[in-house]
């Protein structure tokens, strides 16, 4: 490819409509709120199940209390796969996974660092528990897990950390800057 054909396609990328609409005023704040609410979707579900707010876990139910954040749920599914999941209900690693997968995806998105790493954490706690609902009541395929999973791929792929988080400091810091994986 001659340089001039290289050159012409480095600028059609760099001014490409994704670009421009991503960067506009109302594309950022979308881009900010969409990762803040989905980080506190996961935050709040870590802190409930911790303290048992009443709201979803009621005090004597909290892992405070001493109760598995995994064996009210998982001990009574119902799906295809109930039984593999019931298996595992209570068991403290999937106890301590649950909880740290909640807790660091929830943080990693309202700070804005790590989105890619926070993208597979939420994939695994929220396709967990998107396969332990299978076959779904209310719609064949979709459900809020499946598109909480979508969402933050979305939001770490186009570097969503970087719009009001604090993204663009953490790739900056010599232990993350080229190591796509950690942005």
């Not at 989905?38 to 048992?52: H, I, M, N, S, T």
């Not at 892992?63 to 009574?76: D, E, N």
């Not at 119902?78 to 740290?100: C, H, K, W």
């Not at 999973?149 to 570097?159: D, N, Q």
């Amino acid at each position: 490819m001659s340089t001039s054909a290289q050159a012409t396609r480095a600028t059609a990328r760099s001014t490409a409509p994704d670009r421009v609409v991503r960067d506009s005023p109302a594309a950022r704040i979308l881009i900010a709120a969409t990762r803040i609410a989905l980080g506190f979707v996961y935050l709040w579900a870590f802190v409930d199940k911790l303290f048992g707010f009443g709201l979803a876990t009621p005090p004597e139910g909290s892992v405070l209390a001493g109760q598995s954040p995994s064996a009210g749920y998982l001990s009574h599914t119902e799906g295809a796969l109930s039984g593999m999941f019931q298996a595992i209900a209570g068991n403290p690693v999937v106890d301590v996974l649950f909880m740290l997968g909640l807790g660091s995806v929830g943080v990693a998105l309202l700070m804005g660092v790590c989105l890619r790493l926070a993208a597979v954490g939420g994939t695994l706690v929220m396709g967990g528990i998107y396969l332990s609902m299978l076959p779904l009541s209310n719609n064949p395929i979709v459900d809020d897990h499946l598109i909480y999973i979508l969402v933050g791929w979305l939001l770490a792929t186009i570097g969503a950390g970087t719009v009001a988080g604090l993204g663009a400091w953490w790739q900056a810091l010599p232990f993350v800057n080229g190591r796509r994986w950690l942005y």
